[in-house]
């Protein structure tokens, strides 16, 4: 067995990304998870980590796992399509890890949109994937747009005007292909915040800044000790409910899966069925024209938007996903940090569940 | 020559809605539109005011018949499909009046998602159509969910951080069907306020609210005369510019239609060619599984969230085009309320037309 090294020092060790993927994956398996599927998991996990998304990379992986050992996740779920036509299908996880039900679904959307022009998957029976980017940029490979809804798994958002959490952060990301630019690629909660940087706040006792959450009385909630006693503020006030709502309806109603108050809160409960809703939409951008022509048109918005003229103090006007995208390059070579707690906390997992633990170094 | 009754009262005439698309039509035909497009013009526009979307309606009429008159609509135009697969199209809509461009994207994309499940259909070369739900809406009637994109006819809103504006407000709408429920209908800007929701602050002389605007020192601008000296605001900072961008690269760049600096500013130029973008996407429920399932579903959601925990001093919770819907049946029992201003400013066009005017009265 390694050693890791750092994980007693403060500073954020940093691991290389095939080193993360594949502990990610070790310890999936060590759960039963057959050894192509925790592969194919470590892979996404740890490509969340090295774009950034911190929030939905290895971090989850004790939550993973207490849920895999409550028996709340199937590993050797039958995902399969459970409707079909020429430009749109529905996707039953049967309860596998989300991460193999969302891959399934933007595989199959991607080939249907290559014939149809466009194409809609929706999954059922899924479960918590990770960041919405992910999906919305596997098509781009393909000279494809993609477009993905997810259903939050725990409500924090009430209708506007209302204090019962009936809706999630439900996100929207979409990726658009560029040529010598970076691709476009939103990723965004419809809430103020995601529930994770309330969490993040708290860990670090700073206070919140007014308009991310509001108490019982619709006062602002500046504590993130008493986010339990508050709800997350959707952006553009009921802007931000209509878009949660549709988000939900479109990633979760319409293809059968969990909404409203049906939604399981993942954070409290690892054991029952989350029925979890995601949906991508994928379009194919050789059924519009050339390709080339498109991308050479988002490379000239790119350069209008970055060269515009900038408000006073501001040092860079950034597109959606260029951060991320520097991010990916800067952690490839030099390797991706890891908080020093949680590294602590995977070494404390690694121990109990008997694997080779992680180990710090950029692994190049 | 009908004589219009109550123009000279400051109270709001009220219009029936046969009354008030005739009167569009006839100011439309009266131009030389060919008259089975005035009617189909007049009747979107007409349903645009009867819902109250009032920005969006007869409003616009004296600004298309100057565009009109200045050689800056194609009357006779050659609407067409230039490129197509099972589950896309692009409409090029040769210059015509953006109602009868989008009417016919919507139309074939239903069309097409009867077939495949699901379609996406952009349009070039249109022109401003009135309200973004309006679209969104049609599917409805189909069992079919909408989801409409397009690009604002004039550039308001400036990257986050940046003072050049090279984006609109670009509108997302979408329409779910519901069952005994009125469909739940989302029609929003993605900045905090739509430009005509400032015009109309400056007509009354109010001051609008902090969060709408800012001035080039980036400090909040509150009176709306002062309007050209600032931006409009994205809903919840960096996400609204990332939504903004998001749906002009579908609804403008997607369809090789005006994007960035290429939008032509239909308030300050009644001449050039818009190149105008919109993008509707059709799904349908019956691909999905049971429609009455669905609408069910929605029916149980709506009734979650109205009857749900209301913050102090909250009334009542509202579904998107909850509020919406209920105009519509009001306004069609006892007509729709025109402010006098323009009652007055539509006699007047009415006269240098030749046409005979708006005459006012429920019309029931």
Known sequence: MQTAVSSNSSVSPAVGFEA???FIARALGSQGLPSADAAKVGELMAQADLQGSDGHGVIRLPQ?????????????????????RAACAIVDGDNGMGHLVVSRAVDLAIAKAREAGVAWVSTRYSNHAGPASLYARKPLEHDMIGLYFAVGNANHL?????????????????GFPAGDE????????????AYGKVKAKAKKGEMMPEGWMIDRQGKPLLDPKRADEGFLLPIGGHKGYGLALMVGLLAGTLGGAAMGRDVVDFNADHQSVTNTGQSIL????????DPAVFKASVDALIQQIRDSERLPGVERIWLPGEQSHDRRERYARAGIPIAAGLFAELRELADSLGITPLVAGSGV
Chains 1, 2 share one sequence.
């Open 182 to 193: 970076a691709p476009v690629v939103l990723d965004m909660a419809t809430t103020v915040a």
């Open 282 to 289: 994928v379009i194919d951008l050789s059924a519009f024209g």
């Open 158 to 174: 009430p209708p506007w005007g209302g204090m019962d959490m009936l809706l999630s952060t439900n996100p929207i990301a979409a």
């Open 20 to 22: 993360l993927r594949d």
């Open 64 to 84: 993973y796992i207490k849920r895999i050992r409550a028996g709340g996740i199937n590993l050797n779920p039958d995902i399969r399509v459970v409707s079909e």
